[in-house]
T-cell receptor, first 114, second 110 residues
């Protein structure tokens, strides 16, 4: 498995609280992605990064922000968590643009918003 | 943005039977990737198809890319319990972000 870790692995939080999920890689890959996975929807892209401080929105970015201050870390923040953000969040990395390169996924973070 | 339809959403097969999942797009794809996710796990890359009409095999798995590059299939011959999981296609129309299909969840009955 590629060197990707996510923290925390599980989290329970309350509606309205901010939550930050961390993705850490040891592969020095340029591209990093945040997805959410929900039954009936598959994997949906939230945000992605193509370099330090270079990020862009995915298809379901509302309510989420990201930051990448170092190559190895990509943070996903839920500014004010809502129950609709209960999901499994996966980080992924790739050496180049995802459509040409294999994406390697982290183990996931299960988030429950009460 | 790019959309891909994947069918079926669920499939139950008896061990030893074959299994096929299909991925379809209304537009021409640049390439297509296939991933497998075991229950409770994360998606793992299986293969990438790039050329029109391409066929690739990995042991009992056969992957095809349509001649028009608008569809793809994954076929498993003689399923085993180790094949259980969800199979995703991931497609791109070019300089677009990869879009994942909804996935096909395969259950194998021993």
């Amino acid at each position: 498995d590629a060197g990707i870790t996510q923290s925390p692995r599980h989290k329970v939080t309350e509606t309205g609280t901010p939550v930050t999920l961390r993705c850490h890689q040891t592969e020095n890959h340029r591209y990093m992605y945040w997805y959410r996975q929900d039954p009936g929807h598959g994997l949906r892209l939230i945000h992605y990064s193509y370099g330090v401080k270079d990020t862009d929105k995915g298809e379901v970015s509302d309510g989420y922000s990201v930051s990448r201050s170092k190559t190895e870390d990509f943070l996903l923040t839920l500014e004010s968590a809502t129950s609709s953000q209960t999901s499994v969040y996966f980080c992924a990395i790739s050496p180049g643009q995802g459509y040409r390169e294999t994406q390697y996924f982290g183990p996931g973070t299960r988030l429950l918003v009460l | 943005g790019q959309q891909v339809m994947q069918i079926p959403q669920y499939q139950h097969v008896q061990e030893g039977e074959d299994f096929t999942t299909y991925c379809n797009s209304s537009t021409t794809l640049s390439n297509i990737q296939w991933y497998k996710q075991r229950p409770g796990g994360h998606p793992v890359f299986l293969i990438q198809l790039v050329k029109s009409g391409e066929v690739k095999k990995q042991k009992r798995l056969t992957f095809q890319f349509g001649e028009a590059k608008k569809n793809s299939s994954l076929h498993i011959t003689a399923t085993q319990t180790t094949d259980v999981g969800t199979y995703f296609c991931a497609a791109s129309g070019g300089y677009q972000k990869v879009t994942f299909g909804i996935g096909t969840k395969l259950q194998v009955i021993p």
